[in-house]
């Protein structure tokens, strides 16, 4: 994963606290096209890009339409997860919504082999929650805009060792990610301009050892090419 850069829209939403993104944490579901680019892409995703690249695309088609699509899942061990989209647009313009839950508490049997007893996982419930909205609108025959905004709140729970009867430290996730593109072109030769907002915060609390710790991060990002 170190060597994987992931990108959203051309714009690499790696975390700048450790380079890495969890894909477990990334719901399929909300983009419109997901593909994979081989090899080293440092001069192209910036760094962390050495062993390849995966692209989250979200693209609207301007057609005259309005549809819904919702998804409801189950799995075992507590798992449940339901989305939606909402999409509405003619040949001028067009708005997408994307909405993703997610719980899954995880209580599945182990054997610990300190006690040799058979227990049951506890303090380990994941909830993930997502929204992306979309829009795209043509300006004039030669130009377009594309915007784009996601926002994502994830709460992990941390189970306790083979040693720890029990556990109570969490980490909750915090993102806002938006951007604007403006799109076309002057003379034959197409310009693009686009401007993207990162912000992340992540708290860990494990209060019966008084841990407790809070990051922030916020990135801007301009491209003129």
Do not use: C
């Not at 050495?50 to 799995?75: K, N, P, W, Y």
């Not at 839950?101 to 994941?126: C, D, G, R």
């Not at 941390?158 to 076309?184: C, H, M, W």
């Amino acid at each position: 994963a170190t060597h994987t850069a992931l990108l959203w829209n051309g714009f690499n939403i790696s975390s700048p606290f450790n380079g890495l993104m969890d894909l477990a944490l990334v719901p399929a579901s909300l983009f419109s096209e997901i593909t994979l680019g081989y090899g080293g892409g440092v001069d192209l995703w910036g760094t962390g890009s050495v062993a390849g690249s995966i692209h989250l695309l979200s693209d609207i088609e301007l057609q005259r339409h309005f549809t819904t699509e919702i998804s409801l899942g189950a799995s075992s061990f507590g798992g449940w997860q339901q989305s939606a989209k909402l999409v509405t647009s003619n040949n001028r313009q067009a708005v997408e919504i994307n909405i993703f839950n997610q719980v899954a508490e995880n209580n599945f049997k182990y054997y610990n082999p300190l006690t040799q007893n058979e227990n049951t996982l506890t303090n380990s419930t994941l909830q993930n929650g997502a929204v992306i909205a979309n829009y795209k609108r043509v300006i004039s025959k030669l130009w377009y805009v594309k915007s784009g905004v996601w926002l994502q709140q994830t709460k992990r729970e941390i189970p306790p060792t083979y040693s720890q009867k029990s556990a109570f430290a969490f980490q909750e996730d915090k993102n806002v990610r938006g951007y604007l593109s403006v799109i076309g072109q002057i003379k034959g030769l197409e310009l693009t301009a686009r401007s993207a907002y990162f912000f992340e915060n992540l708290y860990f609390q494990d209060e019966p050892i008084n841990i407790f710790s809070e990051n922030t991060s916020n990135k801007l990002i301009n491209e003129l090419n």
